[in-house]
Every structure is written in structure tokens, then in C-alpha cells.
């Protein structure tokens, strides 16, 4: 794990993987592969990555050529102080009742040490390289450090004139499914995103949204909404991106550079990883597919960090937030050997 390597699953089931060194471009090469990689808040002038050379695997085979077997990634995990978190719920709740705001997504960081003096880089891998379907790996790992994860959330894919793209918001325990079907808060929590990025795409070509559904993974589920483009003329990924993100599954809503600024800070002031809930993706060719950085782990050593983030709207209690945010932490724990 000396160099320095990225990956995206994509949804048809393979896998793109770049070795490094990267360089850096302002745009994506006509043929070839470049990954798309910046910070949340900071829109990078040079995001696309271009590897020194790459292959495209099938998922089993990503598996078995990063399996790792050793001894189990043991972390010690701190204990969470939750009063900087309820500082800012408090300092939330009161832009939205001055109007600033009607939604947005604080991120909480929970931090921990693994044990032992070897890398996680590997095992971290391994871990994330096991994730199926509904879930997409992805990973940007140089030596010691990286990030890596199996997020649910599709940002945009682009093939031709067709996008795709998800409106994924709302959580609960798979064991309250059924309440959480009728659920008028976590309802009006997804209803935000997805008219959001219905108003975003309309005037793009023929627009067409799906009925609500529940996304089941292995221990929560989703409200998810598909939304799909026929476009009336090729798109540059660049451009779409800076239309969409964050969408208010992420970011605030309204999406203003005040409000961007505001939820800028609340991040930093919580500890989350710069990168945590930015696209990531993978230029192919003249295709385009990017995920949403969530349901990861960053690190640095030996030192661990594991990001949650949670949507806030008038109707929200800052006691069903935390549970929330535990909620998420938990499931990207259970990604772990």
C-alpha cells in the first residue's frame, strides 16, 4: 500500500481503479479515464485526476485482488461529547426561525485510534471492497492516509443524453420501517431534496420522477426518489455538478453563498473531513458516474475519523438528531472485519 490508487464501483457492476501518480487537469481527457475528487465547500479549479494507468474490474474481482487477510482492525473509539453538536442544533434551529434557512446538514465526527503499529490503508480496502449493491465503493488511498467507503447515494450519471440522478433523504432503524413510511418529518425531510433537484434538471430536457420508495440496507432504511433526464444536449459533468451540489440532502436549502459559508463553519467546527459528502467519480470515456462521499472512514496513520451527517428542519429534536447520527455510524462500523 505504498502508492497511491482511487476506485468507484458504478452501478453496472464494475469497477474502475487508477494508479497513481495523478496529474491534475481543469478538464476531463476526450478518451481515457480521470477520476473527480474535490472538498465540499471549495470548488478545486484542477478536479479531475488523471492516473498513471488504470483497469476495470468486475466487483468479485476488485475482491479478490484487495482482499487482505490479517489480524482484525481493532479501534479504539472515543467516547462522543454531545454538547458541541447541540451548540450548533441550537444555533440551526434559530436560523430557521429567523428565516434564514429551512434546512440543513451538520456533521458529526466521531474519532478513534487503531490498534497496533501496522497501516489500516489495506484492511480498510478489503472492508469496503466486500459492499454490495445498493451500496457503491469508493476510495482515494496514498500510502498511510485516504478515505474510503460504500455510500447508497448516486450523485449524477451521465451516458449520452441520459442522466440519472437520486434524491436520497430520510433515515430510520430497519425495525421501524413502518412508522417511518408515514412519517410527516422524514417525508418533508425527502420532499426538500427531491423538488430541489426537480427545479434544478427541469430546464435540461424531459424530466421524468419516480414514485417514492424505502431503500432497505442492512440495518436502515431510506426514503429514495429516482430522477431521470433525457437531455436536450450534452452536458459537461463540471457544469452539472456546481447545479447540484450539495443538494439539500447534504447542504443547505436554500443553497446561498451565505448559507454555504454558514454550514461551512458548522462542519469545521465539528471536526468533518473536508471531503466528507463531496462528489466523487469517474470519467470513462464520455460517460460520467459520481457518488456522494458518505458511509466512510478517513484516516491518517492510525488515526481514525468517521463522519455522520443529519438533515435539520423546523420539525426537528435534537435528541432524535443524535440517534440519527449514531444511527449512520454504526452501519459504516458494521462495514468492518
Known amino acids: 500500500m505504498n502508492e497511491e490508487i482511487a476506485w468507484l464501483a458504478r452501478r ?8 497513481g501518480p495523478f496529474h491534475k487537469v481543469e478538464t476531463p481527457p476526450e478518451s481515457g479515464v480521470a477520476f473527480f475528487k474535490r472538498s465540499f465547500c471549495d470548488m478545486d479549479e484542477m478536479p479531475w485526476h488523471i492516473p498513471q494507468h488504470f483497469e476495470q474490474l468486475s466487483l468479485q474481482q476488485f475482491q479478490e485482488k484487495f482482499s487482505f487477510r490479517s489480524a482484525k482492525l481493532e479501534i479504539d473509539w472515543e467516547t462522543q461529547d454531545a454538547m458541541p453538536f447541540s451548540v450548533v442544533f441550537q444555533e440551526i434551529m434559530s436560523c430557521i426561525g429567523q428565516g434564514l434557512i429551512e434546512k440543513t446538514v451538520p456533521v458529526v465526527t466521531e474519532r478513534g485510534r487503531v490498534r ?4 489500516p490503508s489495506a484492511r480498510i480496502i478489503a472492508a469496503m471492497s466486500a459492499q454490495r449493491a445498493p451500496l457503491q465503493t469508493y476510495g482515494w488511498v496514498n500510502g498511510d492516509s485516504g478515505f474510503a467507503g460504500a455510500t447508497p447515494e448516486l450523485l449524477l450519471s451521465m451516458r449520452g443524453l441520459h442522466l440519472e440522478t437520486m434524491a436520497l433523504a430520510g433515515t430510520a432503524r430497519e425495525d421501524d420501517e ?3 413510511s408515514v412519517d410527516e418529518k422524514e417525508i418533508r425531510e425527502h420532499e426538500y431534496v427531491a423538488q430541489t433537484l426537480v427545479a434544478k434538471l427541469l430546464d435540461l430536457g424531459q424530466l421524468r420522477r419516480k414514485d417514492r420508495e424505502v431503500m432497505r440496507l442492512a ?4 426514503f429514495l426518489t429516482g430522477i431521470s433526464v433525457e437531455l436536450e444536449t450534452l452536458q459537461e ?3 452539472l455538478l456546481r447545479r447540484l451540489h450539495p443538494t439539500p440532502a447534504l447542504g443547505p436549502l436554500p443553497r446561498t453563498d451565505q448559507t454555504m459559508a454558514m454550514l461551512g463553519e458548522w462542519r469545521q467546527r465539528l471536526g468533518c473531513p473536508v ?7 469517474v470519467w470513462d470515456g464520455g460517460s460520467f458516474e459520481a457518488v456522494v462521499a458518505i458511509r466512510g472512514l478517513w484516516w491518517h496513520g492510525n488515526r481514525i475519523s468517521l463522519p455522520a451527517g443529519c438533515g435539520i428542519i423546523e420539525a426537528s429534536r435534537l435528541v432524535n438528531e443524535w440517534r440519527e447520527l449514531r444511527l449512520k455510524r454504526e452501519a459504516v462500523k458494521r462495514f468492518l472485519p
Not at 12 to 19: K, R, T
Not at 219 to 222: D, E, L, Q
Not at 275 to 281: A, I, W, Y
Open 237 to 239: 459533468p463540471r457544469r
Open 12 to 19: 453496472d457492476g464494475s469497477v474502475v481503479v487508477g494508479y
Open 219 to 222: 440495518s436502515i432504511v431510506h
Open 275 to 281: 471531503e466528507f459528502g463531496s462528489p466523487f467519480g
Open 116 to 119: 497496533g503499529s501496522e497501516s
Open 178 to 180: 413502518a412508522v417511518f
